[in-house]
Nanobody
Framework: QVQLVESGGGLVQAGGSLRLSCAAS?????MGWYRQAPGKQRELVAA???????NYADPVKGRFTISRDNAKNTVYLQMNSLKFEDTAVYYC???????????WGQGTQVTVSS
C-alpha cells in the first residue's frame, strides 16, 4: 500500500506559476501527475521514474518540469506559463514496477484565470 499526500494547488493568473508536491509513504518506481478537467478524461501530465527517466504530455512540454527527491519519496511539478486550459484537478500518481499497480492521491484543484 502507498499513501500519497498532495499540496500546492490553488488559483493562479494566466502566465503565472505554481508548484505541486506529492509525498509518498514509501519509495515507488514511478511517480507523476495526471489531470482531469470537467467533461474530459483523466490524462497524463508528466511522470518520472526512480532512475530519472521522464515523460511529458505534449501540451505541457517546455512549460512544466517534473522532479523527485528520492530521499523524501516526493515528486514535484513546477508549472510555469500557466494557461486557462491547464485548469483541472491534478492527481498524484504512483506506479509500481511489478504489475504496474497504480496508486492515486485525492487530487488538488488548479484553477487558472483567463
Amino acid at each position: 500500500q502507498v499513501q500519497l499526500v498532495e499540496s500546492g494547488g490553488g488559483l493562479v493568473q494566466a502566465g503565472g506559476s505554481l508548484r505541486l508536491s506529492c509525498a509518498a509513504s514509501r519509495s515507488i518506481f514511478s511517480m507523476g501527475w495526471y489531470r482531469q478537467a470537467p467533461g474530459k478524461q483523466r490524462e497524463l501530465v508528466a511522470a518520472i521514474t526512480r532512475g530519472g527517466n521522464l515523460n511529458y504530455a505534449d501540451p505541457v512540454k517546455g512549460r512544466f518540469t517534473i522532479s523527485r527527491d528520492n530521499a523524501k519519496n516526493t515528486v514535484y511539478l513546477q508549472m510555469n506559463s500557466l494557461k486557462f486550459e491547464d485548469t483541472a484537478v491534478y492527481y498524484c500518481n504512483a506506479k509500481t514496477y511489478a504489475l504496474s499497480v497504480d496508486y492515486w492521491g485525492q487530487g488538488t484543484q488548479v484553477t487558472v484565470s483567463s
